[in-house]
Nanobody, 115 residues
Framework: QVQLVESGGGLVQPGGSLRLSCLAS????????MGWYRQAPGEQRELVAA???????NIPDSVKGRFTISRDNAKNTVYLQMNSLKPEDTAVYYC?????????WGQGTQVTVSS
């Protein structure tokens, strides 16, 4: 079992940046898939960034060019860098990991983009 703890959320003005961190309770080296999802009120949870064990990434068109994901295996941490934030990026952001049929979710961190 792996516990994931997100941090770095908060209130930011449109056009601003935030970096979210996801700290795992153990090594993430062997976790095949790690990603960030978000869920706005009344909306379904959606994937915003994913990174595989080998380092390849998948960024949906909705945030491509603004969001990047990275992983630091030595620090057991996955990051989501969010730039040029828009009000529609407001949501709870969740860290997710999956490997060998197991699934792990963090508790979420709120990101609010507003002037």
């Amino acid at each position: 079992q792996v516990q994931l703890v997100e941090s770095g959320g908060g209130l930011v003005q449109p056009g601003g940046s935030l970096r979210l961190s996801c700290l795992a309770s153990r090594s993430i080296f062997s976790i095949n898939f790690m990603g960030w999802y978000r869920q706005a009120p009344g909306e379904q949870r959606e994937l915003v960034a994913a990174i595989l064990r080998g380092g390849s990434t998948n960024i949906p068109d909705s945030v491509k060019g603004r969001f990047t994901i990275s992983r630091d295996n030595a620090k057991n941490t996955v990051y989501l860098q969010m730039n040029s934030l828009k009000p529609e990026d407001t949501a709870v952001y969740y860290c997710y990991g999956s490997s060998s049929g197991e699934h792990y979710w963090g508790q979420g961190t709120q990101v609010t983009v507003s002037s």
